[in-house]
């Protein structure tokens, strides 16, 4: 099935730092959807992405469903020490089939 | 946001015994339900696809007699670890979709296995 390249795997970041990952695609998606988890938990969703070329926020974070429908972004502004877990996107293609990125796993310093 | 609950967080269980994990959508209904496994530091593996009042659609390499899906009514999917065995302790994770083929995906709160 398609797969998702979500990078990076890891970031150690600052602190008030901004955070950037992106999810990429050889294949077109037509919802992404961005999640984070956090240990021994279930991931919740973050921000859902309908249309090409839609921005659109949630607090801190930030995520674009790329124009060629291959792609995703999500940033984080100004990151807390409770911003800590791990970030997965997800692509539908169509009925039910949904596909997870590796996920990126963020640590935050204070 | 919908809420999906599972049951329990946590069982310890001993070797050739069964398992049965519970997931409910608690302010919705889902006609189609999702169990996941997930290694530790891995992402998601999607274990099959739950269908209410028919037959779970398995993933390649899941065995079937092995994970029992049992999706009985609208709010409730219930997965049973068969005879489990050390291997199959894991993070299992349901989601269930608000709406029919489209909307947002969500997920319960996992269910972690020990197997003795």
């Known amino acids: 099935g398609q797969q998702l390249n979500q990078s990076p795997q890891s970031m150690f970041i600052q602190e008030g730092e901004d955070v950037s990952m992106n999810c990429t695609s050889s294949?077109?998606?037509?919802?992404w959807l961005w999640y984070k988890q956090e240990p021994g938990e279930g991931p919740v969703l973050l921000i859902a992405?309908?249309?090409?070329?839609e921005l659109t926020s949630n607090g801190r974070l930030t995520a674009q469903f790329g124009i060629t429908r291959k792609d995703s972004f999500l940033n984080i502004s100004a990151s807390i020490p409770s911003d800590v877990g791990i970030y997965f996107c997800a692509g539908q293609v169509r009925n039910n089939d949904m596909r997870f990125g590796a996920g990126t796993r963020l640590t935050v310093k204070p | 946001g919908a809420v999906v609950s599972q049951h329990p967080s946590r069982v310890i269980c001993k070797s050739g015994t069964s398992v049965k994990i519970e997931c409910r959508s608690l302010d919705f209904q889902a006609t189609t339900m999702f169990w996941y496994r997930q290694f530790p530091k891995q992402s998601l593996m999607l274990m099959a696809t739950?269908?209410?009042?028919?037959?779970?659609?398995?993933e390649q390499g899941v065995e079937k007699d092995k994970f029992l899906i049992n999706h009985a009514s609208l709010t409730l999917s219930t997965l049973t670890v068969t005879s489990a065995h050390p291997e199959d302790s894991s993070f299992y994770i349901c989601?269930?979709?608000?709406?029919?083929?489209?909307?947002?995906?969500?997920f319960g709160e996992g269910s972690r296995l020990t197997v003795l």
């Open positions: 739950s269908n209410e009042g028919s037959k779970a659609t398995y």
């Open positions: 294949s077109i998606f037509n919802t």
């Open positions: 992405l309908y249309k090409a070329g």
């Open positions: 989601s269930a979709r608000s709406g029919r083929y489209t909307g947002e995906l969500f």
